[in-house]
Nanobody
Framework: QVQLVESGGGLVQAGASLRLSCAAS????????MGWFRQAPGKEREFVAA????????AYADSVKGRFTISRDNAKNTPYLQMNSLKPEDTAVYYC?????????????????WGQGTQVTVSS
């Protein structure tokens, strides 16, 4: 069994920064890539960012490009999401996900394991 646990969410004012982490536990697993998704109240889950675990190639949603940075610490098996210049529209529950099968990084169906989410609230 694999468990992903996000941390680092919180309530901040617009323009502030937060750094999300995703800790993996349970049996070891090989991952093609890991990603971050978010879901705001009343909206569908959307892709935020992803990183390939081997080469560290990154991808971002247009809405966060230039403000968010995804990175990984291979030694700790931990991905991070640095979020700068936060806006009220970034308010959502943020989920970490891992893909062991590969596929399209933008699609939730490519991911095999999901965390329980961490709340990010940005006030204006």
């Amino acid at each position: 069994q694999v468990q992903l646990v996000e941390s680092g969410g919180g309530l901040v004012q617009a323009g502030a920064s937060l750094r999300l982490s995703c800790a993996a536990s349970g049996r070891p697993f090989s991952r093609y890539f890991m990603g971050w998704f978010r879901q705001a109240p009343g909206k569908e889950r959307e892709f935020v960012a992803a990183i390939t675990w081997g080469m560290g190639v990154t991808a971002y949603a247009d809405s966060v490009k230039g403000r968010f940075t995804i990175s990984r610490d291979n030694a700790k098996n931990t991905p991070y999401l640095q979020m700068n210049s936060l806006k009220p529209e970034d308010t959502a529950v943020y989920y970490c996900a891992a893909s062991i099968r590969g596929g399209t990084v933008f699609q939730g169906s490519s991911y095999d394991y999901w965390g329980q989410g961490t709340q990010v609230t940005v006030s204006s």
